[in-house]
Nanobody, 124 residues
Framework: EVQLQASGGGLVQAGGSLRLSCVYS????????IGWFRQVSGKRREGVSC????????YYVDSVKGRFTISSDSAKNTVYLQMDNLKPEDTAVYYC?????????????????WGQGTLVTVSS
């Protein structure tokens, strides 16, 4: 059984930082990719960043480039999303997501497994 456990959300002021963690089990990361989506109430879920397990290729949506950093630690079965210089528009529920292909820019329809959401709130 595949499980994704996301954590690390919270309340932070604009310009601050948070680090999200996604601990995975039962998923062959080297044969796929793990990333983060976010969703604001009433809007569709948006892909934020993704890292490939085979070659470590990385994708970021334009709005977070230069501010967010995704990384993985295979020894801990964990994918991290370091979020710096946070903005109020980054406020959303963030979801860890895994899929069994090496494509990085994927939509919700491509995701095989979802973790629970973690709320990130950035105050102005």
């Amino acid at each position: 059984e595949v499980q994704l456990q996301a954590s690390g959300g919270g309340l932070v002021q604009a310009g601050g930082s948070l680090r999200l963690s996604c601990v995975y089990s039962g998923f062959s990361f080297r044969d796929g990719a793990i990333g983060w989506f976010r969703q604001v109430s009433g809007k569709r879920r948006e892909g934020v960043s993704c890292i490939g397990g085979g070659d470590g290729d990385i994708y970021y949506v334009d709005s977070v480039k230069g501010r967010f950093t995704i990384s993985s630690d295979s020894a801990k079965n964990t994918v991290y999303l370091q979020m710096d210089n946070l903005k109020p528009e980054d406020t959303a529920v963030y979801y860890c997501a895994a899929h069994s292909s090496w494509r990085l820019r994927v939509g919700v329809e491509d995701i095989n497994y979802w973790g629970q959401g973690t709320l990130v709130t950035v105050s102005s």
